[in-house]
Structure formats: C-alpha cells, structure tokens
C-alpha cells in the first residue's frame, strides 16, 4: 500500500499518544473493556469499515504473573471474550490469548512461570504490536519520522521508546510470525479497525495502519 503524509509542517512523530478502535457498537466495546480492565488506555469510534480476518496487530498486556494472567483472562470470558490460545507455560513464561467481541485481538502474559503473590488487576505495561511484511524497512519508516527505536532483533522485531505520557508502547513484528504467536490465520483484507494517534500531522505506514493527529482524535468511550 502507498504511503501518504500530511504536507503541513509537523511531521515530527514523538510517541505514540493514543489508540482507537473502531468498533460497530462503541457502547457495547465500552461495557467490554471496562469490564477487562483496560479501558483506561484506549478510545473508541464508530465505524462500519469492512474487515476480515486477522487484522494485522495485537494489544499486549504484560502483567506480575501467572494468577495475574489468568485473572485477566478470565475477566475477559466473562465479558464475552472467545479464548484463541488457553493461558498456559511456554519458552518465555505464561500466557493466553482472547479476541475480544469487536474482534480485537489481546494477549496477556507474564515472564514468571510461577506466583510469587496473589493475582492482581494491575499491569505493568500494554503494547500495540503491529504485524508487518519488512520489519527493517518500517522500522526506518518510523525512525526517520522521530520515533526512537529501544530494542532491535534484526528483521524480526522492533520496540519503540514511550513517550513520558504515552499509555502504549508501539513494536513491530512480522505479520504471518505474529499471526502464529496468536494462534490464527495470517490472511486478512479490508480495514484494520485501528487509529492510532501521534504528535505528527496524519500519514499511513507501509503496511496501511492510519495515524492522526492526536488533539484531532474523538474519544467516545470517557
């Protein structure tokens, strides 16, 4: 997909300031997602746009440990969430997976394979992690527009800084690789469903995720 960007003069993109899901029924995403605890750290719009299958990214949160996991997970069922991957141990700790009514897709995990306490609601950070066709090239993309790259692993996976007030961190990973990781198809065409908002004046990426202007961005949800 081309690329396009705003001919104004702020083309500096600091962090990423906010994510919006479009949604068919923002109210219902609402209840939703107050109800699986994250609603803290996310917008909401209304939208129709035509989308199927695997939309291209996930939302991650990183919790203390395993009872936090399934804590969530559970919170997340019970809301009406459909289980992808049942919480369970894996290489790199514990984890599960859920899709949430509006077809998001969140993954919850811990690097601690064992309780050290109770569970808790608390999380200690939520990455938006965007599958891409080439991982090195949208990671110049987005460092020669001003994000700052915090972790690199060649070409299979990048993180960005935060912004000091940023509520999500952004990553990059390779699309069919992250579609495995959740447990469903790589194949997906139409609307990714998601807005995300920067300090920089609006562009779309290489692989079609849109980004406005944050100030621009109408939050239905609080």
């Known amino acids: 997909m081309a690329t396009t960007a705003s001919t104004t003069a702020n083309t500096s993109l600091t962090s990423l300031a906010s994510v919006t899901l479009e949604v068919g029924d923002p109210e219902a995403a609402r209840r939703f997602y107050s109800a699986f605890g994250v609603d803290a750290y996310l917008r909401l719009r209304a939208s129709e746009a035509h989308s199927t299958g695997f939309r291209g990214f996930t939302l991650a949160l ?3 440990n395993p009872a936090t996991v399934d804590g969530f997970v559970g919170a997340a069922v019970d ?3 459909t289980v992808l991957k049942p919480a369970a141990k894996s290489l790199w700790g514990y984890s599960g997976v859920v899709q949430a009514p509006d077809g998001t ?3 919850i995990a811990t690097s601690a394979k064992k309780d050290t306490g109770p569970a808790t609601r608390e999380i200690d950070e939520v990455v938006l ?3 891409v066709e080439a991982v ?3 990671k110049q993309f987005y ?3 001003g994000l700052t790259v915090a972790k690199s692993v060649g070409s299979k996976y990048v993180e960005f800084a935060p912004g000091q007030s940023s509520p999500v961190k952004l990553a990059l990973y390779k699309r069919r690789a992250l579609a495995k990781d959740l447990g469903v198809p790589a ?3 139409g609307s990714h469903r998601i807005v995300l908002g920067g300090t920089a004046d609006a562009f779309t990426d290489p692989d079609g995720f849109a980004w406005e202007a944050a100030a621009s961005l ?3 949800q609080r």
Do not use: F, Q
């Open 62 to 64: 990183t919790v203390s």
């Open 79 to 81: 809301a009406g969430a």
């Open 105 to 107: 897709i969140w993954k």
């Open 129 to 131: 992690l965007i599958g």
């Open 136 to 138: 090195k090239a949208t």
């Open 143 to 145: 460092a020669d527009r």
């Open 187 to 189: 194949d997906g065409t």
């Open 218 to 220: 109408t939050c239905t």
